[in-house]
């Protein structure tokens, strides 16, 4: 009966997961029809959404003046909208005498073709490509019944009839008005949303903190603020670098001699809100027709510099430095969000694609329901450091993982990655042990794949910092200097403490601490234990002390540990990744405090709170009891430094703390 019912209740579980896709493709094959179906509404108001965040800045500016709400509004709406049809207009005035000017370039195009017909030699592939393609044209163009049967009569043409009727007035304004009333009635949407979203912007705020989360105000309305302030920065800043870009083309093409010039700037300025190909179609109508327009290529080669050099100075040079490195968006993230809105919306979606996505990442990162769409169209890892390296040691990925490291190491020290990454790489396998998501074979594949890093690194040096460097406000400034505004304050932290370990001499220690097995690393229960034993002694060794690492089966009666010569251990470290068992704590303590009466027993909780730790040094009665790797180190050299009689380290180590580094190294 019982086994029924557990079959019948995992039988449940796993059908949830089929259901919940199901739904969740149904829900989302719904929301795509709808904006298919709603786009004559949806487009102008994601557009008018998007003005919204343009024209914010300065209807507050306006409002700053104590002009009210009201007439900031209009008055910018109204700007803005004089500037877009005054924009408008230039094109389609710059598009019609382009138009009438195209016959005049077609000589020169006929010339160009000829001139690089006849370069190419008679055989060569571009004049059998030529011969081809007249071949296949005049093919085409033929008539088969005049040709084909010389003899047969002549087919007699119909006579086309035309049946005109007289248009209506009526009708005939309905022809004239039809072709332009759904760009009106669009425009008209536009600038109504935008009015009132201008005027009712607190209100829709409001709705937006409400369906976001209401119970914690403050957070909820500092992010939505936030997210709203990034928003019209961005898109303001975004539209001015733009149009600057058009009008530096429109000038230079203008300088060059390209006809239309101004035409041509305002559609590089639209272009550009097209990531990747926007430069590329703003390019290819110039390119054409200055190779149409002189006869020689000197136009032509001189348009493409000009494009070049001005395209890379905006996106290689200033942008970094007004947007920073990166808009937020992931490369792959852009290209599925402009294929997804261009098939959706058509050449309106193109345009809006790369904007839509900006507000979705930013919603996402600030609003924690919408948490998955940062992590799907953001450019921030997926996963942490710590994530993504404990996920390469699980699947066994030595080669990867060590490469992890390497990156790593090239910014912070040996030390710090071992306390910031590994050692809560550690802390994940813990946890994923404690609730039996690992077994012994996962747990023997996470050792093999540490241990294997730990002998790779054996090389990387772990010197001292400069005395400089190891200030915080002295690091912090130079950073600042670079420009580096995502400072990790406890990497920074982590190396700042790192720095402060010494290499000392082991000759010049007295005589009990220059042995090979000074001090002694002992996993507390388990593989992942003797793994943090490991990282101890490889740091210590790069620091001048002898170490030595047992497994846990030492603590065991009759193990290699308890043969070992009292005098030459100085300190044992217990090593643990889960504190959970002070009872075994107390115990491992006390069987090494019998046979090692002189050494002193510090217990390391890797990657535990400080207050947690303390509370292990009471419980197991250590001498010492440290958190992290470093701080061990610390203490060992430090011992090793200034031999006491062992009254200062006791009274430390009642009240939970490790002793302080010695002067004279700091």
Known sequence: MAGAFSSSRRGEVEGKGPRFNASALVAAGIVVAGLYLAREVLVPFVIAVLLSFVLAIPVRLLQGFGLGRAFPVALVVLL???????IATVVASQATDLAGELPRYQSTIREKIGAMKSAASGSGPLERFADMLQNL???????????????????????PVEITTQSSPITTLLNVISPVLHPLAMTGLVIVFTVFMLLQRGDLRNRAIRLAGSRDLQRTTA????AATRLSRFFLVQVLLNGSFGIVVGIGLWLIGVPSPILWGILAAISRFIPYVGVVIATLGPLVLA???DPNWTMLVITAIFFGVSEFLLGQVIEPLVYGHSTGLSPIAVIASVTFWTWLWGPIGLLLATPLTVCLVVLGRHVERLAFLDVMLGDRPPLT??????QRVLAGDSGEAIEQAEDFLK???LSTFYDEVATKSLGLAQADLSRRALDDDHLTRIGDTMALLIEDLEEHEDPPGDPEDRRPETRREVKRAAGDEGLDVSLEEADLSAARLPVIDRAALPAGWRGAAAVVCIAGRNELDRIGALMLAQ??????????VEAAESLMPGASIVQMPEHDTRIVVLSYLDTGSPVHIRYAVRRLRRRFPDARIVVGSWGTAQDQSKTVCETARSDACVSRLVDAAALCLDAALNPTDGTQEAALA???EAPPLAAGRA
């Open 80 to 86: 803005a909208f004089l500037a877009l049809f005054g």
């Open 137 to 159: 044209s005049e093919e085409f163009g033929r008539k088969p019944a005049a040709t084909d049967n010389p003899t047969a009569p002549p087919i007699q043409k119909p006579i």
């Open 223 to 226: 992010a939505m603020n936030d």
């Open 291 to 293: 190779a149409a327009v």
């Open 385 to 390: 450091v710590t994530e993504s390296f404990y």
């Open 411 to 413: 910014e912070h020290r």
């Open 539 to 548: 740091i210590l060794e790069k620091h001048g002390l002898g170490t030595r």
């Open 654 to 656: 009642d009240e939970g």
